[in-house]
Nanobody, 118 residues
Framework: QVQLVESGGGLVQAGGSLRLSCVAP???????????MGWFRQAPGKARELVAT???????YYTDSAKGRFTITRDNAKNTVSLQMQSLTPEDTGVYYC?????????WGQGTQVTVSS
């Protein structure tokens, strides 16, 4: 079973920034580098939605809400994927989940709470 551990969430005022990190401690570097990685979020009462993905190799994709404000990066040497978030708004509030995926499987972290106050 693949374990993904997110960190970096918290409470921030509108206009502020946060950096989320996700590490896969049990994966080998080769295995991690072969997985596409993504960040999703789930706002209260809403379905989980995609925020950004970074492939293997490093093709990145952002949803319209994230484009221009968020940056997803990965460090295969550290089994880590990060999400730098800027210009946060209350609409960005939710639990942020890390996902690791291949064509055959997908794994999720436990989530980290991001709360943006107005």
């Amino acid at each position: 079973q693949v374990q993904l551990v997110e960190s970096g969430g918290g409470l921030v005022q509108a206009g502020g920034s946060l950096r989320l990190s996700c590490v896969a401690p049990g994966m080998s570097r080769i295995t991690f580098s072969s997985h596409g990685m993504g960040w999703f979020r789930q706002a209260p009462g809403k379905a989980r939605e995609l925020v950004a993905t970074i492939g293997a190799p490093d093709y990145v994709y952002y949803t319209d809400s994230a484009k221009g404000r968020f940056t997803i990066t990965r460090d295969n040497a550290k089994n880590t994927v990060s999400l730098q978030m800027q210009s946060l708004t209350p609409e960005d509030t939710g639990v942020y989940y890390c996902q690791a995926r291949t064509a055959q499987s997908q794994y999720w972290g436990q989530g980290t709470q991001v709360t943006v106050s107005s």
